[in-house]
Nanobody, 116 residues
Framework: QVQLVESGGGLVQPGGSLRLSCAVS????????IGWFRQAPGKEREGVSY????????DYADSVKGRFTISRDGARNTVYLQMNSLKPEDTAVYYC?????????WGQGTQVTVSS
């Protein structure tokens, strides 16, 4: 059974940092493209960042470029999202996603709230 479990969310002040983790079991992260998505209240889910399988290339939404960094630890079968210089508009539930061909798996999400 494939499971993705996000953690690391919480309440942080503007300008602060958080590191989200996506612990994966049942598949190997090295062989799946891993993405981070977020959904704010009343808004559609949007892609935040992505790390490919082949060359570990990464991509980021324009709104988080220069502030967020995605990384993958094959030994721990975990993908991270380091979030720096957080802004109130980053407030959302953050989800990770593992995809390979037609196979797509989602985690349950972790809440990130940026507020003073």
């Amino acid at each position: 059974q494939v499971q993705l479990v996000e953690s690391g969310g919480g309440l942080v002040q503007p300008g602060g940092s958080l590191r989200l983790s996506c612990a994966v079991s049942g598949v190997t992260v090295d062989y799946y493209a891993i993405g981070w998505f977020r959904q704010a209240p009343g808004k559609e889910r949007e892609g935040v960042s992505y790390i490919a399988t082949s060359d570990s290339s990464t991509d980021y939404a324009d709104s988080v470029k220069g502030r967020f960094t995605i990384s993958r630890d094959g030994a721990r079968n975990t993908v991270y999202l380091q979030m720096n210089s957080l802004k109130p508009e980053d407030t959302a539930v953050y989800y990770c996603n593992a995809a390979r061909g037609s196979l797509v798996y989602w985690g349950q999400g972790t809440q990130v709230t940026v507020s003073s």
